[in-house]
């Protein structure tokens, strides 16, 4: 099992940045990759960017503006986002898979941008 702890979501106004962390903890070791997805009112659930040994994706939307990284001491991974636009409001989950395949998800953490 592994559980996954979001933080650093809030409002803020279009251009800002904020920071996300998600800390994972029980099984980290079977972790293959970690990431972040969002999902707006109204809409699906959709990636943002990810994370893997060698490897990192985002969502064309967000390219130029978030930067994931992960602390593999800490079995943290951050997200940082800059250049804020309020179509970016939406609750943010944090994801790990496992070598197994298994998806686990956090709670999710709220992040608005004001126009």
């Known amino acids: 099992q592994v559980q996954l702890v979001e933080s650093g979501g809030g409002l803020v106004q279009a251009g800002g940045s904020l920071r996300l962390s998600c800390a994972a903890s029980?099984?980290?070791?079977?972790?293959?990759?970690m990431g972040w997805y969002r999902q707006a009112p109204g809409k699906e659930r959709e990636l943002v960017t990810t994370?893997?040994?060698?490897?990192?994706v985002y969502a064309d939307s967000v390219k130029g503006r978030f930067t994931i990284s992960r602390d593999n001491v800490k079995n943290t991974i951050y997200v940082q986002m800059n250049s804020l636009k309020p179509e970016d409001t939406a609750v943010y989950y944090c994801?790990?898979?496992?070598?197994?395949?298994?998806?686990?998800w956090g709670q999710g953490t709220q992040v608005t941008v004001s126009s």
């Open positions: 994801n790990a898979k496992t070598i197994r395949h298994l998806n686990y």
């Open positions: 029980g099984t980290v070791n079977t972790i293959n990759s």
């Open positions: 994370i893997s040994p060698g490897a990192t």
